[in-house]
Nanobody, 123 residues
């Protein structure tokens, strides 16, 4: 089985910083793209940032220049460094990982989601 667990959320003042972490564990053969999504109350979940296994990244326009996604492949871990936070960044942040697991000789790639971590930006 594979588990994906986020950590690092919390309450921060506008202009502050937070670092989110997401670690995948279990019967992992390889990890492909890893992403961060967020969902604010009353809004749809949106892709915030993504990173491939080779390190290529992309961001939603609203966080460019403020958020940085990175990963440690050996640890199956992805990070989201958030700076210059704004109240509109308030949301539950979810980690998504495309993971190939191995069961005997069978390799299957699935999307796995973490449970979410709350980020609140308020003074």
């Amino acid at each position: 089985q594979v588990q994906v667990v986020e950590s690092g959320g919390g309450l921060v003042q506008p202009g502050g910083s937070l670092r989110l972490s997401c670690a995948a564990s279990g019967r992992i053969f390889s990890t492909r793209a890893m992403s961060w999504y967020r969902q604010a109350p009353g809004k749809e979940r949106e892709l915030v940032a993504a990173i491939t296994s080779g390190g290529s990244t992309n961001y939603v326009d609203s966080v460019k220049g403020r958020f940085t996604i990175s990963r440690e492949n050996a640890k199956n871990t992805v990070y989201l460094q958030m700076t210059s936070l704004k109240p509109e960044d308030t949301a539950v942040y979810y980690c998504n990982a495309a993971i190939t697991d191995k069961n005997g000789n069978i390799l299957v790639t699935r999307d796995y989601w973490g449970q979410g971590t709350q980020v609140t930006v308020a003074s």
